[in-house]
């Protein structure tokens, strides 16, 4: 992997959907697919809704008012975080000419192991389920 890493302003702007240059490909693909990609992805989108609740927390009045009035908008924008992260994963990947299927590399990794053990068992899968094997919802 190259050592080449965007600066401060060139990682807010790509957190946020702008595209980095070629030179940093490798450093997008470990971003996007590699360890802790859930994880970045998930604290990236949580930070805008932080910040637009955070006014609402200078209001005067009670504590419960303030949370009643900013924890629904900012866990269902978490939870839509949460169930669009390979979407959105996938379409990063391909907004910077890589294959959207990296998304998967690490679960496949993990479960490599239960698929040899069923192509032991019953042998290789037929042709036909090949397009099952990742979690393109397209």
Known sequence: MSDVRPNLFQYI?????????????DWVANDLAGPGALRRHMIRMAIPPLLILAP????????????????????????MALALNKIWRRHR???????????????????????????????????EARWQQNSSPF
Do not use: C
Request: net charge positive; aromatic share 14%.
């Open 56 to 79: 609402i927390w200078l209001l005067p009045t009670s504590f419960y008012v303030r949370f009643e009035m900013t924890a629904p908008i900012f866990i269902w924008a978490v939870l």
């Open 13 to 25: 702007t790509y957190s946020y959907g702008r595209r980095l240059p070629d030179s940093m490909r």
């Open 93 to 127: 990947l391909a907004q910077h000419g890589l294959d959207q299927n990296l998304v998967d590399v690490i679960k496949r990794q993990k479960d490599a192991a239960i698929h040899e053990d069923y192509i032991r068992r019953f042998g290789p899968r037929p042709e």
